[in-house]
């Protein structure tokens, strides 16, 4: 099984990307997803992050409220670390997990679709690493007019992340989606062809160590 490991920023178009996997019938674990189901009112990661942050970042109903504990993390580093250490370990845990039933379905190619791809170390076992690429200019424009937010925020938001021009220097794979959705198709042509390539023995070695990784970060 290859692993491929896609990464981006905010707002730049990673998920379109992902998309365009699942189209051409590869399957995306997507850690965000995941984060969400660890959040979940009852989970070991929900008690966790209550006591780390307190009870005002919960909805009436007892769920996280997200938009209210981003605008926390996103405006204050040490908070934004401190929910990431107390994430991480349910994060890897339910990765594995998905790799584990993709494995058995004998799937030769999956992607990880992982915002903290490389703050998280799991670049070490992906290979190729993709970085869906924008500049800070149209990265910013697309966020704002997405979310409808002030140019501090959306800012904000894309600060706390590393940059995507540092991400880019650390890709086997850049797609560049500044231009149109006819141009990112092209280019997503190309990554399809060079990820369904027959896995190199280096690959295959890859994808060993990183399940085994996972499986003991999650443990």
């Not at 209210?68 to 845990?93: H, M």
């Not at 290979?127 to 002030?150: F, G, N």
């Not at 140019?151 to 500044?178: F, H, P, Y």
Request: net charge positive.
């Amino acid at each position: 099984m290859r692993i491929v490991g896609l990464t981006g920023g905010i707002s730049s178009g990673k998920s379109t990307v992902s998309n365009l996997f699942k189209s051409h019938g590869i399957p995306v674990v997507d850690a965000d997803v995941i984060a969400r189901d660890v959040l979940k009112k009852g989970t070991g990661g929900w008690k966790k992050v209550v006591a780390a942050f307190g009870e005002d970042i919960l909805q009436a109903d007892g769920e996280v409220n997200r938009p209210r504990l981003g605008q926390i993390v996103f405006t204050d580093p040490e908070k934004c670390q401190l929910l990431n250490r107390i994430l991480a370990s349910y994060i890897s845990s339910g990765i594995f997990w998905e790799i584990v039933k993709l494995w058995r379905k004998e799937f030769k190619v999956i992607v990880l679709d992982v915002p903290l791809l490389f703050e998280t170390k799991m670049d070490k076992w992906t290979k190729p690493i993709i970085v869906v690429w924008v500049d800070p200019e149209t990265q910013l424009r697309r966020l704002m007019a997405r979310d409808r937010t002030s140019e501090e925020d959306a800012g904000n938001r894309i600060n706390a992340q590393m940059s995507l021009d540092l991400k880019r220097t650390k890709a086997d794979i850049v797609i560049d989606n500044t231009g149109s959705l006819e141009d990112l198709n092209e280019q997503f042509k190309k990554v399809f062809f060079e990820v369904t390539k027959p896995l190199t023995w280096t690959e295959f070695g890859l994808s060993r160590r990183g399940a085994l990784s996972v499986l003991v970060s999650s443990l």
